[in-house]
C-alpha cells in the first residue's frame, strides 16, 4: 500500500507513521489517497529530506536563513504560550541554524468554498509582543468583517504565525532562532475526476490575495514568504544533485502542481 501512496526513494515506513500519529488521520481516513490531496503532495515533496534533511536546498526567498537544514519534520505541532484547547499541526517544520520555518502547503483548498470559522477569544491575550502588530491588525480584520480574503485561509496562517512566534521565545524549544511562515502552494488547472476547469481568474486572486496578506504582515517577527509549488519544483530540476532533479521530475510526473 505504501507503493501507492509515497514515491520511490522515500522512507515510506517512516513517513506513513508520521502522518498516522498526527492530527487529521489522513491515511486512516482515506483522505490521504485522494488526487485532490494537499498531503499528499506535501509528504511527497519533502519526504525525502526526512532522513537527510541536509539535502534540501535553501527554499526560494530563504537563502540567508541559516542552511543547511538540521531538521525536516512533516505534520509537527508547535504550540501557543497556553496549555489547552487545539495547536496549529504545521505541514513541515524546517529547523536551521538559525531559523525556525514552518510551511503551510496548499493544494486545491484555495479553489474550494469555505466558510469562516470563528476566533477563540484566547487569540486576543497579550501574549504576541510588539512586533506582531500587523498579524493582530489582520486578526482583528478578519474578526470585523474588514479586508476579508476569499481564496486565502489568513485565519490559519495567522494562527501559524503565532505559534512559531511562541517557538522561539525564551525558554522554548527553538529559542532565539528567526521565525519565517513559508506559504507554499500549488495551482492546478482543473479538478480531478470530473475535469472541470478551475478559473484562471481564481488563481490570480489567490495570488493576489497572497501578496496583500504580505504586505499587511511586512516587519512582523514572523518574517513570512510564499512561493509555488512550480517554482520551487523548477528550482530543483535545475539542480546539480541528480537526485534532487529525478525527485522533482517525479512530484512533477504524480502530482502535476
Not at 486512516?28 to 485532490?36: C, T
Not at 499528499?40 to 526526512?50: D, R
Not at 483548498?109 to 469555505?114: A, G, I, N, S
Request: charged share 25%; with cysteine.
Amino acid at each position: 500500500m505504501d507503493d501507492e501512496l509515497f514515491l520511490p526513494e522515500l522512507p515510506a515506513g517512516l513517513l506513513r507513521a508520521v502522518y498516522l500519529a498526527a492530527p487529521g488521520n489522513e491515511i486512516g481516513s482515506g483522505k490521504f489517497a485522494s488526487p485532490e490531496s494537499s498531503a499528499a503532495l506535501c509528504a511527497n515533496t519533502f519526504g525525502l529530506f526526512l532522513e537527510k534533511p541536509e539535502l534540501l536546498p535553501p527554499l526560494p526567498g530563504t537563502l540567508d536563513f541559516g542552511w543547511p537544514a538540521e531538521l525536516v519534520k512533516p505534520e509537527r505541532i508547535v504550540r501557543f504560550p497556553w496549555s489547552g484547547g487545539r495547536h496549529p499541526c504545521l505541514d513541515v517544520l524546517i529547523v536551521t541554524s538559525t531559523a525556525l520555518i514552518g510551511v503551510e502547503s496548499k493544494r486545491f483548498e484555495p479553489f474550494r468554498t469555505k466558510q469562516p470559522q470563528p476566533w477563540s477569544a484566547a487569540y486576543w491575550r497579550p501574549k504576541w509582543g510588539d512586533r506582531m502588530i500587523g498579524y493582530e491588525r489582520c486578526r482583528d480584520g478578519l474578526r470585523d468583517g474588514i479586508g476579508k480574503f476569499a481564496r486565502l485561509d489568513a485565519a490559519q496562517l495567522i494562527k501559524h504565525a503565532f505559534a512559531l512566534r511562541t517557538a522561539v521565545q525564551e525558554g522554548a524549544e527553538w529559542a532565539g532562532k528567526r521565525p519565517l511562515l513559508y506559504y507554499l502552494y500549488a495551482e492546478p488547472e482543473s479538478w480531478p475526476g470530473s475535469g472541470t476547469m478551475i478559473p484562471a481568474q481564481d488563481r490570480l486572486q489567490h495570488r493576489t490575495e497572497i501578496l496583500r496578506f504580505a504586505d499587511c504582515i511586512e516587519g512582523d517577527e514572523v518574517l513570512f514568504r510564499q512561493c509555488s509549488y512550480t517554482e520551487l519544483l523548477h528550482e530543483w530540476s535545475q539542480s546539480q544533485v541528480e537526485l534532487l532533479r529525478r525527485h522533482a521530475g517525479r512530484v512533477i510526473g504524480r502530482f502535476h502542481p
